[in-house]
């Protein structure tokens, strides 16, 4: 019965016998290429940690950290600058005030002495 549905396909016996030899060897080498090739779960579960370490490294010292801290340093850093600005102004109109009332008064200490040698 096999032999008539074969040859009425145009395929003989010896022809299917062929064909499932090639199908039987080319299954023996896939399966003693998965037994030699081994792959370690552990290896790749490794390599995943590890990647992930780096990235949870990157994250904590990372220039990507300090790079999203910037424009806050440099806000405060103006504010800071600007109050020390407005500090060290009044200091230095503090100053000249303090300066211009000592210069007034050896002024009049110079003239109530009287002594011009002092200028």
């Known amino acids: 019965m096999i032999e008539t549905v074969l040859e009425s396909l145009g395929i003989s016996p010896d022809d299917l016998l062929v064909v499932m030899a090639a199908m039987s060897a080319g299954m023996v080498t896939v399966s003693v290429w998965m037994t030699l090739l081994h792959r370690d779960p552990a290896a790749r579960r ?3 940690i590890a990647a992930q370490r780096e990235a949870l490294r990157a994250g904590v010292v ?3 950290r300090r790079q999203e801290r910037l424009p806050t ?6 504010v800071v600058d600007r109050l020390n600005l407005l500090r060290s102004a009044q200091i230095l109109l503090a100053w000249a005030e303090r300066s211009r009332l000592r210069r007034s008064t050896t002024r009049r200490i110079r003239l ?3 002594n011009r040698s002092w200028r």
């Open 62 to 64: 990372g220039p990507r």
């Open 112 to 114: 109530i002495v009287g």
């Open 46 to 48: 490794i390599k995943i």
């Open 73 to 78: 340093i440099s806000l405060m850093r103006r």
